[in-house]
């Protein structure tokens, strides 16, 4: 159960830099390659699955133009009820 506690809270981490990387793809471009970007894609790979999969069951809401993902608030969420049920 430890190595599980571990790495749920470690993929919360990652859903933290998820989101800091959308943030910042908003403002300004992406590196296109090195090792940044190797690291980027590996953090995107890991986790839009599981948002797409929120996504899927409750799209983004439209705000004027804008639409807004509650995907990474709802993850939040159920990880952080399964990490206080288990851990």
């Known amino acids: 159960m ?3 506690c571990i790495l749920l ?7 933290i830099a998820s989101v ?3 943030w910042v793809a908003a403002v300004r471009p992406l590196p296109y ?3 940044v970007r190797q690291v980027i ?3 995107l790979a890991i986790t ?4 797409r999969l929120v996504r899927g069951v409750l799209p983004p ?5 804008l639409g807004i993902d509650l995907s990474p608030i ?14």
Do not use: Q
């Open 2 to 4: 430890h190595i599980i």
């Open 9 to 15: 809270t470690l993929y919360m981490l990652v859903l």
């Open 20 to 22: 800091v990387i959308s």
């Open 33 to 35: 390659s090195g090792p």
């Open 41 to 43: 894609d590996f953090i």
């Open 48 to 51: 839009n699955p599981v948002f």
């Open 61 to 65: 809401l439209p705000l004027g133009g």
């Open 74 to 87: 709802i993850v939040f969420i159920v990880l952080g009820v399964v990490l206080g049920v288990i851990c």
